[in-house]
């Protein structure tokens, strides 16, 4: 059994603020979760708790039914893929892969057997005499990932693996390391700060901030259903338009409540004859969509349009989007669900000033 169970975790240094302030999830055998979250937030240190390399102030960690808290590293049943790729630039990739191997003394012909399996599945059988320096990054990551699957552990560590490759390595190594995940059913625990990486790659995602976590789902559950402001503006590209009420609050609006906040994705925002009146103050075109950045009082609403659009900056625009399409927030940032705002048959959409 491979199942992980995080409960309350606690890392803290000195007397200084707790840097993981008690954190709780599960990773169920064979799926692959993400710990997301930016810079400072502990999900580099929650994943060293969990392989060992960093003490536990409190809280309990377990692999299958057995608590690791107190185990050692190298008795935990776990591989570990870091940021760096961590080769002996001195030896060659076989040498590399295999590092692990015989320090353990697994015997040479099941070392070989693991090492020809190991590198087909990743494309490295034709670079086994290399060293390290006459590798590209991508390949690179492939000895570190053939390393962990020599080692045969069911449970994979991996802390921004990929966070050194260029943009268009990244999204073939995310599909790679997708598959082997899915392939060999790894139970697998992938820390980044890229959502891009999360939203593909993940069966679940634990995003954190500060040290706590501000919302575990599913991709979807997390880009559909934020539980809170910091979800909503962290999760998307752009991220969601969170509006503050104002005195010319949108008639359908009727029951929004002083404080709450009214979100909006970019692609559900739309140019129309009636809504929020604004001026366009950048337009980014990428290709396939524009998105567009209108300024409306000391608010900014981004709205997603399909392919190029002829709207220039300083063109005055109105925005608008259909009711059911709104997220509620209250005064503390919190999603609230059920406010209602309209008619269960109404199609309506922003009609006036905010």
């Given amino acids: ?96 892969i295999l590092f692990g191997l015989k320090v353990r003394k697994v015997p040479t012909e099941e070392r070989n057997k693991r090492l020809m399996d190991a590198a087909e599945l990743v494309g490295l059988d034709e670079l086994l005499e290399r060293k390290p320096a006459q590798l590209s990054g991508g390949q690179r990551q492939r000895v570190a990932l053939a390393r962990t699957i020599v080692a045969q552990q069911p449970v994979c560590l991996m802390d921004e693996p990929l966070s050194n490759l260029d943009a268009k390595l990244r999204a073939s190594m995310r599909a790679e390391i997708r598959g082997l995940q899915q392939r060999l059913g790894l139970t697998m625990i992938y820390v980044t700060h890229d959502q891009v990486e999360a939203m593909t790659m993940a069966d679940q995602v634990v995003l954190l901030n500060e040290g706590k976590v501000a919302q575990m789902a599913s991709p979807a559950d997390l880009y559909d259903w934020p539980a809170s402001t910091y979800v909503a503006k962290f999760v998307g590209s752009p991220p969601m338009n969170v509006l503050k009420r104002s005195a010319n609050a949108p008639a359908f609006l009727k029951n929004w409540e002083a404080g709450w906040r009214a979100g909006v994705r970019a692609e559900d925002v739309i140019l129309a004859d009636e809504g929020l009146s604004g001026v366009v103050d950048s337009v980014d075109y990428l290709g396939s969509e524009t998105i567009l950045w209108v300024a409306v009082g000391d608010q900014t609403i981004a709205c997603k349009m399909p392919g190029r659009s002829t709207v220039k900056v300083g063109d005055d625009v109105t925005c608008a989007w259909q009711v059911e399409k709104t997220h509620w927030f209250d005064e503390t940032g919190v999603r609230r669900d059920g406010v209602q705002t309209a008619s269960p048959t109404s199609q309506g959409s922003v009609s006036q000033g905010m």
């Fill in 1 to 96: 059994m491979s199942r992980i169970v995080v409960e309350n975790l606690v890392k803290q240094f000195g007397d200084a603020a707790p840097v993981v302030n008690g954190v709780s999830f599960e990773v169920e055998e064979g799926t692959l979760t993400v710990l997301l979250g930016g810079s400072g937030c502990g999900k580099s240190t929650i994943l060293r708790m969990i392989s060992g390399l960093e003490d536990i102030t409190s809280g309990s960690v377990k692999i299958g039914e057995r608590e690791v808290a107190n185990v050692d590293a190298s008795k935990r049943g776990v591989s570990m893929v870091f940021q760096n790729y961590a080769l002996f630039p001195h030896l060659s990739v076989a040498e590399n």
